[in-house]
């Protein structure tokens, strides 16, 4: 497996992780309307990375790969301040989401750095 190859594994697998980690934040949420409506919102957004980042490994062109990859990116940061709310609000414990908080700002700086990359408008690429 060459280290591309590799690379696009890791971060699949990272997201897919993620998504599960948000499932379970979600089906840990009290069972109160707003919760409800929280959840579905996490849930949706905190799964689409994985979905959209899939979808983007087998883009028809540059461009759309990295409307895919911005998609990601899109809700990434929706995911971001839903995990917010919700710790705000203190469902959970104090430190419960700050892995999850970690993790999601992670995701949030691979994808706007690959996004750049990709455009072309990585000061390293070029030259």
């Known amino acids: 497996m060459g280290k591309n190859e590799t690379t ?3 971060l699949e697998q990272r997201l897919i992780e993620f998504a599960v980690r948000i499932i379970d ?3 840990s949420l009290p069972k109160s309307f707003i919760c409800k409506h929280l959840s579905g919102q996490l849930v949706r957004s905190g799964t689409s990375p994985a979905l959209n980042y899939a979808e983007a490994q087998a883009a028809e062109s540059k461009a759309d790969f990295i409307h895919k990859m911005k998609i990601c990116l899109k809700e990434l940061r ?6 917010q709310i919700i710790k705000l609000k203190r469902y959970f414990k104090e430190d419960r989401l700050d ?3 970690k993790e999601n700002n992670e995701l949030i700086s691979i994808f706007v750095k690959s996004i750049s990359i990709a455009k072309g ?5 070029k030259g």
């Open 8 to 10: 696009r594994y890791d």
């Open 25 to 27: 934040t979600a089906e």
């Open 78 to 83: 929706e995911t971001m301040v839903n995990l």
């Open 99 to 101: 892995p999850l908080l």
């Open 121 to 125: 408008n990585d000061p390293k690429g």
